[in-house]
């Protein structure tokens, strides 16, 4: 089965960025479309963004537009998402997860987190 691992969390300052890298492993990435997810303490999990398999389609929550970019590359069998202008409310468990397409409600594999925290 398809094992995603996400990396690149870490402690910034308002203002900051980090790059989130999810890497795929039992299979490949290019049959699905990865959506990355978040979960801040008290709060229910939300959708950030989405990339369909080819690349061709992204979507953004309103709260990350502008800010945030989501990318793959199906030969390194990888996804990204470059987070700039970070705010506190951005810190949260970021999570990357496969799906058939990013418009299907149904979610195949997920990853374990990894932690962001934006503080001064």
């Known amino acids: 089965q398809l094992k995603l691992v996400e990396s690149g969390g870490g402690l910034v300052q308002p203002g900051g960025s980090l790059r989130l890298s999810c890497e795929a492993s039992?299979?490949?990435?290019?049959?699905?479309?990865i959506g990355w997810f978040r979960q801040a303490p008290g709060k229910e999990r939300e959708g950030v963004s989405c990339?369909?398999?080819?690349?061709?389609?992204?979507n953004y929550a309103d709260s990350v537009k502008g800010r945030f970019t989501i990318s793959r590359d199906n030969a390194k069998n990888r996804v990204y998402l470059q987070m700039n202008g970070l705010k506190p409310e951005d810190t949260a468990v970021y999570y990357c997860a496969a799906k058939p397409l990013c418009i299907a409600t149904r979610t195949d594999y997920w990853g374990q987190g990894t932690q962001v925290t934006v503080s001064s």
């Open positions: 990339i369909s398999r080819s690349g061709g389609f992204t």
């Open positions: 039992g299979a490949t990435l290019d049959g699905y479309g």
